[in-house]
């Protein structure tokens, strides 16, 4: 019997480890002979395939479309990108759309509350569960910012 010191756990471990040093210097063996070995890392190599080359090109959308001789004797044309307009349509006042409509930043007209800045101070005096005194809240509020655009 081999002489055991400390306990079961320890010996195990110790057999194990001299178990995957061999292990380790049979591979290193291995690798001086064939050269090292190289094994792949993570899933990008899973992920990758072969790269196919492209058969079909995309075509771009806004080229003209092309009318078959067929449909060209029923009467068929291609349109250009703007209607034509007559001089009928332009005296009307009718004009191609621009690049970009103007906005307008400002209002046009005054806002209505549902209350006025007397009506909302009174319904600030309510209690601070009823709706009222936050809706009056709101309306000071918007009342206040209002006023402070205006100044600017």
């Known amino acids: 019997m081999t002489e055991r010191t400390g306990s079961w756990y320890h010996g195990a471990m110790n057999n194990a480890a001299s178990d995957n040093n061999d292990q380790v210097q049979q591979q290193t063996t291995q690798q001086d002979q064939t050269g090292p070995v190289v094994t792949p890392v993570g899933s990008v190599q899973k992920e990758t395939g072969p790269v196919k080359a492209a058969t079909e090109f995309v075509k771009p959308s806004e080229s003209a479309p092309s009318v078959s001789p067929e449909l060209a004797e029923m ?6 990108e703007h ?3 007559t001089p009928a349509d ?8 621009k690049e970009a409509t103007p ?5 046009s007209s005054s806002v ?11 319904a600030l005096h309510a209690r601070v569960g009823d709706s009222i005194r ?3 809240l709101l309306i000071l509020r918007q009342m206040k910012m209002e006023k402070a655009q205006k100044t600017k």
């Open 75 to 80: 009467g068929v044309e291609t349109k250009g």
């Open 83 to 85: 209607p034509t307009l």
């Open 90 to 97: 332009l005296q009307a006042g009718i004009t191609h759309a």
């Open 103 to 107: 906005v307008l930043t400002q209002p």
């Open 112 to 122: 209505q509350y549902p209350m006025n800045a007397q009506q909302a101070k009174r």
């Open 134 to 136: 936050w809706l009056a």
